[in-house]
């Protein structure tokens, strides 16, 4: 069963992320992160940002592949996913640039970029922490509905609820690119530990489905149950329609200190 944990509010969701990535990196220089774009896991890149800022560590060997990236935008496009990963994790953080990898979307190169980036993950020896939010769809990455759990990284055509969600970035939403390339649900599965943040009533429905919800790609967040080792942490509007929720606050209540998340 995946971990639930509801925090108080967003601040403290990334307080408690970015400490469990900082203790992955004391043990294991080289660790390989997997970056979610969007609002969701901002809090965490602040404060794992901030955590160096007050007690410096080497972060210069640390790899990252993000999850996604927007088909046909133009190189340095501000939304691009690129762009954003740039802006808001490795700058931040002070990654080494050439150590970030994020899926090609150059539409010159689409035939292979999902294979050149499967092959990219598997030479870095796979991911070790996964940071996920999740979309009103229940999409993962930007797998929509539908999408198979085996999926690898491939170009899809994004849902019309998650181009609309995703307008308040462009000047308008018909410039909301219609494809993307993600690591399919596959992809993700791979990696060794699987951390879903979300905020907000907006995600409720999502979260419900993903956790307790039957395991079924018509909810993609569902795929997290087929996972060992998962982590999911939730504001309360965003825990709000969990039917188990008391048990979950008793196991994290009750949960040795020294096993972490
Ligand atoms: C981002 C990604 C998406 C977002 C999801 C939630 O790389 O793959 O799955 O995590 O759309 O977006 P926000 O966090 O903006 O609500």
């Not at 210069?60 to 994790?89: K, M, N, Q, W």
């Not at 020896?125 to 979309?135: E, M, Y």
């Not at 879903?196 to 967040?221: C, D, M, N, R």
């Not at 606050?249 to 009750?254: D, F, K, S």
């Amino acid at each position: 069963m995946a971990e639930i944990v509801v925090v108080e509010n967003k601040r403290a969701g990334g307080e408690l992320v970015a400490s469990t990535i900082r203790r992955l990196i004391e043990a294991k220089a080289d660790t390989v992160l997997g970056l979610a774009t969007g609002s969701t896991p901002l809090p965490v890149y602040a404060a794992l940002a901030q955590s160096l800022r007050k007690d410096p560590m080497d972060v210069s060997r640390v790899r990252g592949f993000a999850l996604d990236e927007y088909v046909g935008l133009p190189a340095g496009h501000s939304e691009s996913y690129r762009t954003v990963i740039t802006r808001d994790v490795v700058r931040p953080l002070g990654l080494t640039p050439a150590n970030i990898y994020v899926p090609n979307g150059d539409t010159t190169s689409l035939e292979h970029a999902g294979s050149d980036y499967e092959r990219a993950l598997e030479a870095a020896g796979g991911v070790d922490l996964q940071i996920l939010g999740i979309g009103r769809t229940g999409h993962l990455g930007f797998n929509e509905p539908g999408s198979s759990f085996a999926s690898l990284t491939r170009v899809k055509t994004l849902a019309p609820k998650s181009r609309a969600d995703n307008a308040r970035f462009f000047a308008s939403p018909d410039d909301v690119p219609m494809h993307c390339i993600t690591q399919g649900l596959g992809t993700i599965r791979r990696a060794r530990h699987l951390v879903l943040l979300a905020f907000g009533a907006e995600k409720a429905a999502a979260i419900h489905a993903a956790v307790e919800g039957p395991v079924t790609a018509s909810q993609p967040g569902s795929a997290i149950q087929l996972h060992e080792h998962v982590t999911v942490v939730l504001d309360e509007p965003a825990a709000a329609e969990l039917s188990n929720l008391d048990y979950y606050r008793y196991i994290w209540a009750n949960k040795p200190v020294w096993q972490g998340i």
